[in-house]
Nanobody, 122 residues
Framework: HVQLVESGGGSVQAGGSLRLSCVAS????????MGWFRQAAGKEREGVAV????????YYADSVKGRFAISYGNAKNTVTLQMNSLKPEDTGMYYC????????????????WGQGTQVTVS
């Protein structure tokens, strides 16, 4: 039974940075993709960034391009999201997701989800 555990959320002022991490435990092999989604209060969950097996390709939402970077961590089955130049509109609950079907960009493409970590930008 795969579990995803997120860490690194918190509160930061606009223009600041945060680094989120996600560990996929009890996964028998490297997930074919891992990604981050976020959900602001009263809004639908949306894709932020996804990295595909091998790390050779990734997807970013237009709203975060040039500010966020997704990468595999040093530890097995770990993915990080470096968030720079944060804006108040980046506020929300950030969820790690794994194991996707093509195109691997939407909520419905992923089958495994973490509990989320809160990011607040003021």
């Amino acid at each position: 039974h795969v579990q995803l555990v997120e860490s690194g959320g918190g509160s930061v002022q606009a223009g600041g940075s945060l680094r989120l991490s996600c560990v996929a435990s009890q996964h028998t092999s490297t997930p074919n993709c891992m990604g981050w989604f976020r959900q602001a209060a009263g809004k639908e969950r949306e894709g932020v960034a996804v990295i595909y097996e091998g790390g050779g390709s990734s997807y970013y939402a237009d709203s975060v391009k040039g500010r966020f970077a997704i990468s595999y961590g040093n530890a097995k089955n770990t993915v990080t999201l470096q968030m720079n130049s944060l804006k108040p509109e980046d506020t929300g609950m950030y969820y790690c997701a794994a194991d996707c079907v093509p195109p691997g960009e939407d909520v419905g493409d992923f089958s495994v989800w973490g509990q989320g970590t809160q990011v607040t930008v003021s």
